[in-house]
């Protein structure tokens, strides 16, 4: 049964707080199957991922750019979230906070947008099928010194 | 005054319509009073572009720009109607005015939250968020900054 805009709101909290607490450890990055369907599409809207062209096609691979990255971790502030109930789409506004995982040092603050396609899986479970990702554009120098990011795997 | 679900999409098409028709022209733009409330924000999440308070400064820059035509088409819109607000994926064309020649297409994700004024609802504040192109690429501001030069150098 289709949730309510209730519903979608509460669910979309509970998964970024599921994301802060889980999603970037690859020992428990897999409870994050309570939000991501497994034919998961992510398409990056900015070039340090490949640009739209270069859109992740799979929770797995999801996941491994999630944790890909264990020198540094990002924390998900949610300043607010808009909802189409009936086309159960969700828009997030949010503030990500990227730390040096050895010190937990904040390396760089930045708001992010991105937009949530939601669906029923055969389980009669809601999940994530689509995320189009937008974020805050910063200079090139401020991206570099702030993600750790093989740009080999993106085409770059 | 409240719109309906259904109400919202044909406002958001007739928006978009009447941004790329007459929203860059400083002959026409007073028709985007309909859509752009007066104490309107533009609130870009881009580091070197500034927000922009007041839809007259905002009717400034978009007619700041005439060698360089933008068109907006909405691929995806996202309607909440228990907030009076929307969020629309748009592809961003940028045509030369001149020799209509496209010049660059990207995308954006924009945020529209609407208030009520004068008996109809308008867009409140933009929330602007756009596609981030590899260092080098001709940007928006690449082909804005031609006219801007020429009003510098002009003023």
Same mark, same amino acid.
């Given at each position: 049964m289709k949730p309510t805009y209730d519903e979608i709101v509460k669910w979309m909290n509970d998964y970024f707080e599921e994301y802060n607490a889980s999603a970037q450890s690859a020992e428990t990055v897999h409870r994050m199957d309570k939000y991501f369907a497994a034919d998961l599409t992510f398409i990056p809207?900015?070039? =340090?991922?490949?640009?739209?062209?270069?859109a992740i096609k799979s929770r797995e691979d999801f996941y491994s750019m999630l944790t890909g990255h264990p020198e540094d971790y990002e924390k998900f502030f949610v300043h607010d979230i808009f909802v189409d109930d009936e086309r159960m789409v969700a828009v997030a506004f949010v503030r990500a906070t990227i730390f040096?995982?050895?010190?937990?040092? =904040?390396k760089v603050q930045k708001d992010y947008l991105p937009l949530y396609e939601l669906k029923i899986d055969e389980k009669g479970e809601l999940k994530i099928a689509l995320i189009r990702f937008f974020w805050q554009a910063v200079s090139p120098e401020v991206e570099a010194s702030a993600y750790t990011v093989d740009a080999s795997k993106w085409g770059n | 005054m409240r719109m309906t679900y259904d109400e919202m999409l044909v406002w958001i098409d007739e928006y978009f319509d009447a941004f790329n028709e007459y929203g860059q022209d400083p002959d026409t733009i007073h028709r985007m009073d309909e859509y752009f409330a007066k104490d309107f924000v533009f609130n870009?999440?881009?580091?070197?572009v500034g927000k922009v308070a007041g839809r007259e400064n905002w009717y400034k820059v978009l007619c700041s720009h005439p060698s360089g035509v933008e068109k907006l088409t909405p691929e995806d819109v996202v309607i909440d109607e228990r907030r009076q607000a929307f969020v629309a994926q748009i592809k961003a064309e940028l045509w030369?005015?001149?020799?209509?020649?496209?010049l660059l297409t990207k995308r954006y994700l924009a945020r529209y939250p609407l208030v009520e004024e004068e008996g109809r609802l308008k867009i409140e504040r933009l929330d602007f968020f756009w596609e981030v192109l590899p260092t080098g690429a001709l940007e928006i501001d690449d082909v804005f900054e031609r006219d801007w030069k020429r009003q510098r150098e002009q003023a």
């Open positions: 809207y900015m070039y =340090v991922f490949g640009g739209p062209d270069q040096e995982t050895a010190t937990d040092r =904040v | 870009p999440f881009i580091d070197h030369d005015r001149d020799t209509g020649r496209l």
